[in-house]
């Protein structure tokens, strides 16, 4: 059974930083490609960040230069880095990962930046 966990949501001032991390159990997050996305209130979630398994890396350009995602193969993790914060950036951050045809997704962690 595949269980995705996130942590490192909190509370932030603007041009603050937060570390938030995925921890995966039941899947292997090194064959995979895995996700950050993000929701706001009232908005569709979002994808924030992507990892391929080749370490291939990607943003959206709300995050680009400002979000970095890495992951620790040793630890079964993904980690979403994020400096500079906006208030926008505010919103809960799931990690994603699929396996034949299914797409797990963690609790979520709230991020919440003030201005």
């Known amino acids: 059974q595949v269980h995705l966990v996130e942590s490192g949501g909190g509370l932030v001032q603007a041009g603050g930083s937060l570390r938030l991390s995925c921890a995966a159990s039941?899947?292997?997050?090194?064959?995979?490609?895995v996700t950050w996305h993000r929701q706001a209130p009232g908005k569709q979630r979002e994808l924030v960040a992507v990892?391929?398994?080749?370490?291939?890396?990607n943003y959206a350009d709300s995050v680009k230069g400002r979000f970095t995602i890495s992951r620790d193969n040793a630890k079964n993790t993904v980690t979403l880095q994020m400096n500079s914060l906006k208030p926008e950036d505010a919103a809960v951050y799931y990690c994603?990962?699929?396996?034949?045809?299914?797409?797990?997704w963690g609790q979520g962690t709230q991020v919440t930046v003030s201005a």
């Open positions: 994603n990962v699929a396996r034949s045809g299914s797409a797990y």
């Open positions: 039941g899947i292997t997050f090194s064959i995979r490609t």
């Open positions: 990892i391929t398994s080749d370490g291939t890396t």
